[in-house]
Structure formats: C-alpha cells, structure tokens
C-alpha cells in the first residue's frame, strides 16, 4: 500500500463516490487495519475507543462483498446481520450503511423496539439485504416468523461490553445460534472484560485481533477537570458554567431518569435550552431530542448512560459529568462523546462526598487524576465525623449490615417481650439481644 486513502484499499467504486461525497480521504488507524483484513475474509476482534470510526470499519467491507455477489434468486433474505445494544446506536449505523451505500443496489433496514412494528415488518416483507437490529425486538420477530437468519453471510455484534451489561448475553447467544456457521463474524468493543472474551472464542473462529488504542483509556485531546461540590450545589454551579457562551453544545450525564429531568427542567427555567433523553422517553421523544440538539435549537442534551455509547453528534464542545457514574468504564465512554475524531474537546464531572469512592476508581482506571478546579474542600474526603465515606454514602466507620444497631433500626425481639436464651445457658439480658440479632428458632422464643 503506497499511499494511507481509501482509494488505495481497494472498495468498489460506488462506495468510493459515497466516501468522496462525505468527504472522507484518509481511512482512522482501526479503518486502516481493519478493512483489507476484512476484504480477505478474516473474522475480527475489534477493541476501539467510541470514536474512532470503526462503524466504517465494518460497514465499507461488508457493503463491498454484498455488491461483488448476488443472493438468492428467490426473495431477498438478510445476508448481514449488525446487532446493536440501544436503539440509538442502531439507528445510527442504519445512516452510516445508507450512506455508505447510497449508490448500490441494496436493501436495508433497522429493527428496534419501542415503537409499532408494523413498518419495519413491511420492510422485511419487500426483502432486505442488511438488517441492523437490537436483540429484543429481532428475537420477537423471528417467533413470529417475521425473519429468519438462515441467509445471514456476516453478523456483526457491535458494542460488545455493552450488550453484556445490559443483560442481552442470552439474546445474543441465541441469535448467535440461528445464523450459519459459515459466516464471517466480527465483534467489537470498547473493553475486553471476561464475558466479552468468552464470546468472542464462542463466536469468532480464528479471529484477527485489532486493537487501535489501549482499553479504556481517554482521548488524548481531552481535557479532564473536576468540581468538588455538595450535591444541593450541583443545580446552581451547572447553570453558572453554562453562562459562558464557550460551551456551544454540551451533554450533561445524570445517572438516573428522574435526575435527567430535574436538571433539564432547571435549565430551562435558567434560559439555558435543554432536552432530556432517557429510557423512560418513548422512541419518538427520545428522536425528537436529538433532532433539537443536533439542529443546535438545544444548547444542552441533559442524558443517561443510554447516550454515554454510539451517539455521534459533531461538534460537542463539553460533557458534564452532573453526577458520577457508578462504573468507571461509563466514564470513558461518556467523555467520548467530545473531542470526536481527533478534535479537541472538554469533560467536566461534578464529585460530592458520597461520590468519592467512584471518583477513586475512575482515577485507578484512566490512570491519571483529574485536574481539580479550585480548592478539595476538607470536608469532601470524610463523612464529617472524620471517617472516609465510601461510594454509597455510608461510613466506613460503623456496619452497615440489616441488624446495625442504627437508631430507628429493626430491633431484634418486640418491646417488652422475653429475651431469648440458649439453651442451657442463662438468659441474655436486652442489651445483648439488640448486639445479637435473634434468627430462627431463636426468634420465635423471643416473640
């Protein structure tokens, strides 16, 4: 190869035309490596930070090999198979293929729940070449005899650790199974836990492996910084930060839905426009927010981890943190969603007390602290009696088990009642029945 363009990579010239109309001269380090491998028909293991292009990685090679061979005579069947964790993200390859493919001949479609299926089963209906889908939705429509599989020349699981924590191993394990065993197969993911790697020996047979960026690690193009701030101090510090007209498009992360809401309402009451999106939306709601912040008629997309993966918005100038995320993996993934192919960008994360213990492992994880803005408050490392806090806001400095001893707790006989005794042995006195929870036979005696 004498020259590092798509060009040189040998794709069909169709796709060539796409890729020129985008734009796109010189492939990403993972779509370099990994598209002449997929050409020769190798399967992949594919470890890349979000961002870094690898849906091109795929996308170009398969559309190339579909456009070389004709199907079946019949009606069209799915001869590739992209499996996606959130619809979002499904939605998303969906543009990329149809873009991609914009001038062959063939068919595609995507498959998500949320919504009515009847679209999407007239779509499968007319015949598809290439079928993106999550795995709740395309396992209901092969019980229904909507799909079948048994066409499928390339399956594709995208996001592979996500997949895993959202609960979809047995889903996919079972579309795994209804596809050919002569495919190619390709699998891709941010980090390579235990699961994941189990998978892939299940899925790929003699896989290359192409590892673009050390797992986990930030873009290098990012800048990290942190605010030590109560949580009763987050509202009010958000909407200071956003008074600089420097943070032109932002992601605020919260962890739960109801949070999600709040801080959007908030900001809206501040002038700031903002959409919340989260799982509790529904499809339509959950489209229309990120039409507004794409089109830039909101400033801010105040989000949940379902944004955290394969939501591509150009132009991201900051990711806030609002509130922690639990796993420090979510970390990575969330601030990828700045400083995108190869641009600069800024991540800043609120922390309070009771979030220390996931600031520790998000440290430990990216292997760098991050900058504090200001000053670490004294009180931030302790529970206020002068005990570290752990992550769940409880002190290390007492139990924390069913039967603590905490005022208000459950006792462990009724007020008044007969203190248990072993038998044989005296009667415990009320003191040592509270230290001693009562279980069992023991706690009927007590009653």
Same mark, same amino acid.
């Given at each position: 190869?004498?020259?590092? /363009? ?139 005899? =909507? ?47 235990? &699961? ?5 020996? &299940? ?71 903002? &959409? ?17 912040? =794409? ?105 924390? $088990? ?9 006792? /462990? ?9 072993? =038998?044989? $042995? ?15 036979? =023991? ?5």
């Amino acid at each position: 190869m004498t020259d590092n /363009s798509f060009p040189e990579l040998g794709l069909a010239d169709p796709i060539q035309r796409a890729l020129i109309a985008r734009n796109h001269v010189i492939p990403t380090p993972i779509q370099m490596r990994a598209i002449p491998e997929l050409l020769a028909g190798r399967d992949m293991l594919g470890i890349a930070q979000t961002g870094t292009g690898k849906t091109a990685a795929f996308a170009l090679p398969i559309l190339h090999q579909l456009s070389r061979k004709r199907g079946t005579n019949g009606p069209r069947s799915a001869r590739a198979l992209v499996l996606a964790p959130t619809r979002e993200l499904a939605i998303q390859i969906g543009e990329e293929f149809r873009a991609y493919g914009q001038h062959l001949p063939l068919r595609q479609t995507v498959i998500y729940g949320g919504v009515n299926q009847k679209s999407q089963v007239a779509a499968l209906s007319r015949g598809v070449d290439i079928v993106i889908a999550t795995p709740g939705r395309l396992l209901d429509l092969m019980g229904q005899r =909507r799909l079948g599989l048994e066409a499928v020349e390339f399956l594709v699981l995208d996001e592979a650790d996500r997949m895993l924590d959202m609960g979809f191993v047995r889903d996919v394990r079972k579309i795994v199974a209804a596809v050919p065993k002569t495919r190619q197969s390709l699998l891709f993911s941010a980090t390579m836990p235990r &699961e994941v790697a189990r998978l892939s020996g &299940e899925m790929l047979d003699d896989p290359i492996r192409v590892e673009v960026t050390p797992q986990a690690t930030p873009i290098e193009h990012l800048e990290q910084s942190l605010y030590h701030v109560p949580a009763a101090g987050k509202s009010a510090l958000l909407a200071n930060i956003l008074g600089d007209p420097a943070l032109s498009r932002v992601i605020v992360f919260t962890r739960t839905k109801h949070r999600a809401n709040r801080v959007a309402a908030h900001l809206s009451k501040c002038g700031v426009a903002a &959409e919340a999106i989260h799982g509790n939306k529904s499809q339509g709601a959950r489209q229309h927010a990120l039409k507004q912040f =794409r089109a830039g008629s909101a400033r801010v997309l105040v989000a949940t981890d379902i944004a955290a993966r394969g939501i591509d918005v150009d132009g991201v100038s900051h990711v806030i943190n609002y509130e922690l995320p639990n796993e420090p993996e979510g970390y990575v993934h969330r601030i990828g969603r700045t400083a995108r192919a190869g641009a600069g960008g800024v991540a800043l994360s609120f922390c309070d007390p009771a979030e220390r213990g996931y600031l520790r492992d998000i440290e430990r994880l990216v292997r760098r602290p991050l900058t504090v803005i200001g000053e670490e408050p004294a009180a931030a490392a302790s529970d206020g009696r002068g005990k570290p806090r752990k992550a769940n806001g409880k002190s290390n400095g007492k139990p924390n $088990g069913k039967f603590a001893g905490k005022p208000g707790g459950k006792p /462990s006989g009724k007020p008044g009642g007969k203190p248990w005794r072993k =038998r044989g $042995g005296p009667r415990a006195t009320a003191a040592v029945a509270n230290d001693r929870p009562a279980t069992g036979r =023991r706690r009927r005696r007590a009653a």
